[in-house]
Nanobody, 126 residues
Framework: QVQLVESGGGLMQPGGSLRLSCTAPWFDISSYAMGWYRQAPGQGREWVASCDSTGETTDYTDSVKGRFTISRDNAKNTAYLLMNSLKPEDTAIYYC???????????????????WGQGTQVTVSS
């Protein structure tokens, strides 16, 4: 069951920037760790970034370190993924995930304990 709503995807040229947003219309995310995953055509879902409930602890997969920034605004019940210096290999559907466990957000997402969004398409192409 989809509980999160992503937005902000689109078509961008290499080197450009996009900011994805993830909102939770039906529950309060302030106690949840948040993460972003992506799935490229023909590939499995890949963890991209995660943060704890306060946003103070963040982590990134190596391929996006220094280019992507995860953040959150609990007052707006929204998490973000700012993507700079986009590359064609960043093309994928990006999914938001929320879970009470940061460990599960980081490495063991589980639909039985957490919540997914429906995904937003990001295409990087000239």
């Amino acid at each position: 069951q989809v509980q999160l709503v992503e937005s902000g995807g689109g078509l961008m040229q290499p080197g450009g920037s996009l900011r994805l947003s993830c909102t939770a219309p039906w529950f309060d995310i302030s106690s949840y760790a948040m993460g972003w995953y992506r799935q490229a055509p023909g590939q499995g879902r890949e963890w991209v970034a995660s943060c704890d409930s306060t946003g103070e602890t963040t982590d990134y997969t190596d391929s996006v370190k220094g280019r992507f920034t995860i953040s959150r605004d609990n007052a707006k019940n929204t998490a973000y993924l700012l993507m700079n210096s986009l590359k064609p290999e960043d093309t994928a559907i990006y999914y938001c995930y929320a879970d009470l466990s940061l460990d599960r957000v980081r490495s063991r997402p589980n639909a039985a304990t957490g919540y997914w969004g429906q995904g937003t398409q990001v295409t990087v192409s000239s």
